[in-house]
């Protein structure tokens, strides 16, 4: 990407601009960390802009944003967050919240108690929970972290919408107040099933022990949400006793399902955990599961004090096996002398190659 970093900001503008043509995709990479001179001739351009560009290319950033980690387009969310677009709100909370500088709170604040949509409450509701956590661990002013607390319950009891109402309790769910446990017994009683998803949530972030016997009882629920956010939970919170359903879970029929149980099993550990995880990835066919495994028992050995499971764990070349090469080496040398030369992919062995195995790249696209 040396090539985009030295591409001339004009050119991008420009290509903002002519809505004729498709933008470049690889212009994104350019709009990472942007600042100065370069930032204001963005927000110049951007009201500039149709408004299915800026929708577009906000989305874009979000994808990017969440797929590359290295990548920031903190400034442009910052800057656009009161856009007048709902949509471009939302994604703009959405491109903010890995971070966590404090001036980002009354930002939420003021969008989860005035904003409009829905959605953009619900977002910034969501946002918003990091920040009780940092509270919870001594990294933010008590004062602060009671005003989050407060504005948060607050909308839970009176915001008109449920999807605000579920964001508020699962961020809320961080904190140590006494109340919390009861609004999170409420939603889960509540036969709503999105409160009730919502509350397994929140469960999970309390990591107290007490809501065992309610997460256990959801693991094998009809609806995938239940089930998913239950096995995240029991995983949240390292309940042995789910260790069974969680190994049936790893075969689930819903990904998210899947995902959710065999994390858990890294998270609770443990040789049985570790067995299980173990044999699903020797029993995987595709790659970005093999990716999304091996994470897990790396994870798994983490939690036991193990040494990381790594697919380069082989022991290092003897004397012995620099001989058998050499000898090898020469073999191959003389039959090519006399049979012509040797194909760079030719079998040397039972269904090897010299320049490894092939696969099949073209995988499913792989959710967190």
Known sequence: MSEISELPFQTLIDAFLDEDTPFNPRYLYRLSDLEGEELTLFLETWPRLPLWRRQALMEDLHELGSAESLLSFENIGRNVILDEDPQIRLLAVQLLWEFEERDLIPVYLQLLKSDPAAEVRAASASGLGQFVYLGEIDRLPAEMLEEIEDCLLHVFHHDQAVLVQCRALESVGYSSRSEIA?????????EDHELMTSALIAMGRTM????????????????PS???EAARAAGEIKIKDALSTLIELTTDSEENVRLAAIWSLSEIGGERAQHSLQKLFQESDYDHEADFLESALDNVAFIDGMQPFSLLDFPEDTPEDELLEMLISQETSTESDGNGSVNANQNVGDGEYLDGAQYDDEDEGFQD
């Open 182 to 190: 009861k609004l999170i017994e409420s939603a889960f009683n509540s």
């Open 208 to 223: 107290d022990s007490r809501w065992e016997t309610s997460i256990l009882s959801m693991l094998n629920n009809t609806r």
């Open 226 to 228: 239940l089930r998913a």
